[in-house]
């Protein structure tokens, strides 16, 4: 029954989440501020909602496991993301894309280089961390940054102008609080159910908020990612992907202020791995954007095996041990 239940919020989790994504960028046209900054963000905080509710339903139940695990899992699914991208176009995808996307990977790398430091030395200032704590203005930096980056260099849009003419901004912007809502209502079931398939399964709340709940609050980012990928939109997919890995790492300050602890001197070094996975994901991208490479290995370019395998290896060590 636990499987099912799972399940079926999956499936809640999927269908809100599409609305939530097309609804937030018709909102992103009806602004005028722009699909390739609301990309990045807008778009990537919208698709990363299941993770905002689910990880503070999680940090609120002291589910600390769940919560830091649900929040690499997912990034380290957006990047596995980019290989299925990879996958249905005759060029890599890293040779399509913009090297404008390299501020964004940096920032990332930055990102998770301080939350690494905070599975590994956070002491706690109080009941908040350090490490954790200094996630917050550096997440705003990081948008303050690309923001002034897209007005130095700013890019004709990739999608049609006025695509969603025919949709009001009243109408838009109730269904898109109506989808949010949704998720709000399933995302908060999320933990509980997790920790049951933890302890029926015998595969530990950290195995199972990184690979089983990380897999399904991605969800969202899968449909708009694809959406993007089948109207030739490759730069907002990949804004979309790494504005999702940027937005969750940020979110590990979110559930450190609600935790009853620091959150990552709670759960210490044993999310460690999945962590160096994201950051050598992040190098394999970087690399692959700026050296550009238009050969392929069967159906995959070089760095999206890459990605794949460090996936299947931090997916599998815990497994092992």
């Given amino acids: ?16 989440g599409r609305q939530v994504a097309f609804y ?10 722009g699909r ?35 929040l690499l899992g997912a990034s380290m699914v957006n990047f596995l993301l980019l290989t299925v991208l990879d996958a249905v176009h005759p060029r890599p995808l890293t040779a399509r894309a913009s090297q404008g996307h390299a501020l964004s990977l940096g920032l990332a790398i930055l990102l998770l280089a301080v939350a690494g430091l905070g599975l590994v030395a956070e002491r706690g200032l109080g009941r908040v961390g350090g ?3 200094a996630l917050f203005p550096l997440y705003l930096f990081a948008l303050w940054l690309s923001f002034r980056y897209a007005r130095r260099f700013p890019r004709d849009e990739t999608l049609e102008e006025e695509a969603y003419a025919h949709i009001p901004l009243r109408l838009a912007f109730g269904r898109y609080l109506l989808g949010a809502g949704v998720l709000v ?3 908060v079931l999320l933990p509980g159910l997790a920790e049951a398939l933890a302890r029926e399964t015998g595969l530990g709340q950290a195995w199972v908020g990184t ?8 969800l969202p980012e899968a449909t708009v990612t694809l959406a993007a990928a089948r109207l030739g939109a490759v730069d907002l997919a990949l804004g979309n992907v790494l504005g999702s890995v940027m937005f969750n790492t940020f979110l590990l300050s979110h559930a450190d202020f609600l935790a009853p602890g620091p959150l990552l001197a709670q759960v210490g070094g044993s999310h460690l791995l999945s962590l160096l996975v994201l950051l050598g994901m992040a190098g394999t991208v970087l690399t692959g954007l700026m050296y550009q490479s238009l050969r392929k290995l069967w159906v995959l370019a070089y760095d999206s095996w890459a990605i794949l395998a460090l996936y299947l290896l931090a997916a599998s060590l815990p497994l092992a041990r």
Avoid: R
Wanted: glycine share 10%.
């Fill in 24 to 33: 937030g960028d018709v909102l992103a046209e009806k602004t005028g501020l």
């Fill in 36 to 70: 390739t900054f609301m990309g990045l963000f807008l778009v990537g905080v919208t698709t990363s909602l299941p993770e905002l509710f689910n990880v503070t339903s999680a940090a609120l139940q002291d589910l600390p496991d769940i919560a830091v695990g649900n």
């Fill in 211 to 218: 690979f089983l709940v990380g897999l399904v609050t991605t």
């Fill in 185 to 187: 209502g399933a995302a």
């Fill in 131 to 133: 490490f954790a704590l």
């Fill in 1 to 16: 029954m636990t499987w099912l239940a799972f399940l079926a919020v999956a499936a809640v989790i999927l269908l809100a």
